[in-house]
């Protein structure tokens, strides 16, 4: 082998060796402090690591990926309950705001929440203060925010409401979307896919089949 090519294959070794280092790191930065920015966590990580190769950041499925390993090495007797109770609680909050069609998304649906987690919900509506105004009427205050999203079909984006509040000691971030976002979902962070959705129904599908699977699991 030539020196050159000997060198080349090195250097991608090394790379692909800090690219899992860095997505460990990120993992146990959001697993342990409560990042939730995919990309903040990873850019903490490799200065925590001193790694300073743009190429060894990793994508961000592959911190998802890692955070998963994570939590089922080091959190494996904690994270599945506080899974279980936000997803519970999600369920409880989707049917409260059935008038605005809500639906389950992120790390909660996806499965790798933990007692930081916020349940992440979309509601929708024309008329983008409705949701804010139902919830105030219930006696629930709120703190108010804007988010970015991107769409397929380019580099589409649109800001739009967010709403912030606590329920039994459990964080809920509702972003409020119009009639025809319900269509069309946001691209996911994670991998730049429209983000997958659920309905009250289908989280409690969800649990239900979890649950058969542990007691099979423990039989």
Same mark, same amino acid.
Do not use: Y
């Given at each position: 082998?030539? +020196?050159?090519?000997?060198?080349?294959?090195?250097?991608?070794?090394?790379? &692909?060796?800090?690219?899992?280092?860095? !997505?460990?790191?990120?993992?146990?930065?959001? /697993?342990?402090?409560?990042?939730?920015?995919?990309?903040?966590?990873?850019?903490? %990580? %490799?200065?925590?690591?001193?790694?300073?190769?743009?190429?060894?950041?990793?994508?961000?499925?592959?911190?998802?990926?890692?955070?998963?390993?994570?939590?089922?090495?080091?959190?494996?007797?904690?994270?599945?309950?506080?899974?279980?109770?936000?997803?519970?609680?999600? @369920?409880?909050?989707?049917?409260?705001?059935?008038?605005?069609? %809500? +639906?389950?998304?992120?790390? @909660?649906?996806?499965?790798?929440?933990?007692?930081?987690?916020?349940?992440?919900?979309?509601?929708? /509506?024309?008329?983008?203060?409705?949701?804010?105004?139902?919830?105030?009427?219930?006696?629930?205050?709120?703190?108010?925010?804007?988010?970015?999203?991107?769409?397929?079909?380019?580099? !589409? &984006? /649109?800001?739009?409401? @967010?709403?912030?509040?606590? !329920?039994?000691?459990?964080?809920?971030?509702?972003? @409020?979307?119009?009639?025809?976002?319900?269509?069309?979902?946001?691209?996911?962070?994670?991998?730049?896919?429209?983000?997958?959705?659920?309905? %009250? !129904?289908?989280?409690?599908?969800?649990?239900?089949?979890?649950?058969?699977?542990?007691?099979?699991?423990?039989?």
């Amino acid at each position: 082998m030539a +020196r050159g090519e000997h060198h080349r294959i090195h250097a991608q070794d090394r790379t &692909q060796r800090n690219r899992v280092l860095v !997505a460990q790191e990120a993992a146990r930065l959001m /697993s342990e402090h409560g990042i939730r920015d995919f990309h903040h966590a990873k850019v903490k %990580a %490799a200065e925590r690591l001193g790694i300073v190769d743009t190429q060894a950041l990793p994508r961000n499925n592959e911190i998802e990926d890692a955070l998963r390993e994570h939590q089922r090495l080091f959190h494996g007797d904690t994270q599945p309950q506080a899974l279980r109770a936000r997803r519970e609680a999600a @369920v409880e909050a989707m049917r409260f705001l059935r008038g605005f069609d %809500a +639906r389950l998304v992120g790390a @909660v649906l996806e499965g790798t929440a933990d007692e930081h987690s916020a349940v992440c919900l979309h509601v929708f /509506s024309d008329d983008p203060d409705a949701p804010g105004l139902f919830l105030r009427e219930q006696g629930i205050p709120l703190e108010t925010q804007t988010r970015r999203l991107r769409w397929s079909g380019g580099t !589409a &984006q /649109s800001e739009h409401p @967010v709403l912030l509040f606590g !329920a039994d000691g459990i964080p809920f971030d509702l972003t @409020v979307l119009p009639m025809d976002a319900l269509r069309q979902a946001p691209l996911d962070r994670v991998d730049e896919r429209p983000m997958r959705r659920a309905t %009250a !129904a289908m989280v409690q599908e969800l649990m239900a089949e979890e649950d058969i699977a542990a007691f099979n699991a423990s039989s």
